[in-house]
């Protein structure tokens, strides 16, 4: 057993949370040590995958929608550094049927953080978009700035970025960590120790099997089949520009254009059942595929016989409102919960480390909406 370094902080866990936490807390010239079980965004990470909407409209949710300007901005600017075109502006189109309180919120919250937006009708709606059945959609709100974040490969750019930084990225399980008031050290599978001041565990669905106890009442890992369709030989009508990405509010679905030849991306964003990230079935479902098929033909009716290309399973981590979790272990002064991306964290990513690296640091006060305290262990959706 040897002990192979001592450090500021120990980020667990290099999905979107931990890599831009280890980042953040470099650029307060932290040495940061960045442990991860498998690789920076998995393919079982929450993180995985090719790509996730950043969008700015979050209903009432201000405190969202300003951590998604603010997001957008640090990822452009680390692209932009670092020379990756991992930002599409799609453009992120919001369809509202009769029940449109949320985008009517969404409407006046993006006004007052003066983010550009459109309000089309539904003739506007049929007009600038015929390859899509508007049926029983009254009106939307689109951002033309908002759009798709490449994913697993934006991760591994924060985490190169991270190592120039002076990150250590060191790739290894953890077993073992203990302590009374404070934990002193953590231990590998390998049998080495890293000692540190800050511990901070960003492992996404595998919180709640790291902190048992605490936890695994109060994130609720669940399963969500994506799926992508191949559009018609010859057809540009489901790539951008001809189509942004787009959310289905009442039907709580989403999903994107045909991004890099991979055909039209869709999901439900309603919570799938509860799983285990370490044993759950990776394989889709037959009546997942189907429920696809059918939405397909009925929102594009141009691609009712198109084939299923790709399909995925990942999960979602939610906590009991969809608020992040971001605050300290009640036992541990030193140790610090990160996650509850709740299927709508990807983009927050930058900001999520900043306002953690900061809470460190000592630079900033606690959010209430993101303590331990406010988690319940009964799920009741509030941010969508």
Request: proline share 5%.
């Amino acid at each position: 057993m040897t002990h192979s370094g001592t450090f500021d902080a120990i980020v667990i866990g290099s999905g979107v949370f931990g890599s831009w936490t280890a980042w953040q807390l470099a650029q307060r010239k932290q040495r940061v040590l960045l442990v991860e079980a498998y690789g920076p965004a998995h393919s079982r990470a929450s993180s995985g995958g090719e790509s996730r909407i950043i969008r700015m409209g979050y209903g009432p949710d201000e405190i969202y929608t300003r951590w998604s300007q603010r997001s957008l901005s640090q990822w452009q600017e680390l692209f932009a550094r670092t020379g990756e075109a991992l930002f599409l502006q799609t453009g992120v189109l919001w369809l509202a049927g009769k029940n449109d309180a949320v985008v009517s919120a969404t409407r006046k919250t993006l006004q007052r953080c003066d983010v550009p937006f459109e309000s089309l009708d539904y003739a506007e709606l049929k007009k600038r978009y015929p390859q899509v059945n508007m049926d029983g959609i009254q009106e939307a709100v689109l951002e033309p700035e908002s759009g798709v974040l490449m994913a697993r490969r934006a991760v591994s750019c924060v985490v190169r970025d991270a190592e120039a930084c002076g990150v250590r990225l060191k790739i290894a399980q953890v077993v073992s960590f203990q302590g009374r008031q404070r934990i002193g050290e953590i231990e590998t599978s390998a049998g080495e120790k890293f000692s540190a001041g800050q511990f901070v565990f960003a492992c996404g669905p595998w919180l709640g099997k790291v902190f048992p106890e605490l936890l695994g009442p109060r994130i609720f890992a669940t399963r969500q089949e994506i799926f992508f369709f191949a559009p018609p030989a010859g057809d540009v009508r489901f790539a951008a520009p001809a189509l942004p990405t787009w959310l289905f509010q009442e039907d709580l679905v989403y999903g994107m254009p045909d991004i890099e030849s991979r055909g039209l991306k869709i999901a439900r964003d309603e919570h799938g059942e509860r799983v285990d990230p370490d044993t759950q079935a990776r394989l889709p479902s037959a009546e997942g595929a189907a429920w696809a098929r059918d939405y397909v033909a009925k929102r594009f009716p141009a691609m009712a016989n198109a084939p299923i290309t790709e399909a995925r399973v990942c999960q979602y981590e939610n906590t009991s409102n969809g608020d992040f979790l971001i605050d300290r272990h009640p036992e541990w002064e030193n140790v610090w919960l990160a996650g509850g991306g709740s299927g709508h964290g990807f983009k927050h990513g930058p900001v999520f480390g900043e306002y953690l690296a900061a809470r460190i640091c000592g630079e900033v006060e606690t959010e209430p909406r993101f303590s331990l305290a406010s988690k319940g262990t009964q799920q009741k959706r509030a941010v969508f």
